[in-house]
């Protein structure tokens, strides 16, 4: 299949096959099309978690208004933005430079650039980030023939709890993939069409 038709073939999974899992292989797709997700700066301020402990997983369905997916998937990515982006930063122009001062001295207006944004910026800025990722993340999973379903629907304090995530990770979205139930009847696909979503400024 193509691209696109790998695109209009997924869909929101509501239930997944539980005895179906994503192959090693497969799931190191996934992760490296995150890993190769672009970023504002390049910073990547994000962080995720690949989740198959059946409890923890039963135990995030429980704190996510009991959303049948989360228990029935292959693995759930956790989504995380990054709120110390100070730090962030340190750890990108240190992975840019190598370690080198000499490098890193070179690098000193595009830091400070970017020192002088990040005090202007909010949490939310973080998060967009994270839904770029998130968008090469479902792309990948469909080009895999994977199914997946964002999340934003559950108790961020209580999921945060359970993983024992750290102060600096704040959950954005949730992702679990898999393989759809012979059971699972998605509605019909509703897309706007291009002349009411696209608007041309040309010559």
Same mark, same amino acid.
């Given at each position: 299949?193509?691209?696109?038709?790998?695109?209009?073939?997924?869909? &929101?999974?509501?239930?997944?096959?539980?005895?179906?899992?994503?192959?090693?292989?497969?799931?190191?797709?996934?992760?490296? &099309?995150?890993?190769?997700?672009?970023?504002?700066?390049?910073?990547? &301020?994000?962080?995720?978690?690949?989740?198959?402990?059946?409890?923890?997983?039963?135990?995030?369905?429980?704190?996510?208004?009991?959303?049948?997916?989360?228990?029935?998937?292959?693995?759930?990515?956790?989504?995380?933005?990054?709120?110390?982006?100070?730090?962030?930063?340190?750890?990108?122009?240190?992975?840019?430079?190598?370690?080198?001062?000499?490098?890193?001295?070179?690098?000193?207006?595009?830091?400070?650039?970017?020192?002088?944004?990040?005090?202007?910026?909010?949490?939310?800025?973080?998060?967009?980030?994270?839904?770029?990722?998130?968008?090469?993340?479902?792309?990948?999973?469909?080009?895999?023939?994977?199914?997946?379903?964002?999340?934003?629907?559950?108790?961020?304090?209580?999921?945060?709890?359970?993983?024992?995530?750290?102060?600096?990770?704040?959950?954005?979205?949730?992702?679990?993939?898999?393989?759809?139930?012979?059971?699972?009847?998605?509605?019909?696909?509703?897309?706007?069409?291009?002349?009411?979503?696209?608007?041309?400024?040309?010559?």
């Amino acid at each position: 299949m193509s691209f696109l038709n790998n695109l209009s073939w997924r869909y &929101a999974t509501k239930k997944f096959d539980d005895s179906k899992k994503v192959s090693t292989e497969n799931l190191e797709q996934i992760l490296e &099309a995150i890993r190769m997700t672009p970023t504002s700066f390049g910073l990547q &301020a994000y962080h995720f978690y690949v989740v198959t402990n059946h409890k923890i997983l039963m135990k995030i369905q429980a704190a996510s208004w009991n959303q049948s997916q989360i228990g029935t998937c292959s693995h759930l990515i956790v989504m995380c933005a990054r709120n110390d982006l100070m730090q962030a930063k340190d750890e990108y122009f240190n992975a840019m430079s190598g370690g080198d001062s000499e490098i890193r001295a070179n690098l000193a207006g595009f830091e400070q650039m970017v020192d002088g944004f990040i005090p202007r910026i909010s949490s939310e800025w973080a998060k967009k980030q994270v839904y770029i990722a998130q968008g090469f993340m479902l792309a990948a999973c469909a080009e895999l023939q994977i199914d997946s379903c964002p999340i934003e629907g559950f108790d961020s304090k209580a999921v945060t709890e359970i993983l024992s995530l750290p102060e600096n990770h704040d959950i954005s979205v949730m992702i679990p993939i898999g393989y759809r139930a012979v059971d699972d009847n998605p509605r019909p696909k509703v897309r706007f069409s291009k002349e009411e979503l696209f608007t041309f400024l040309g010559e």
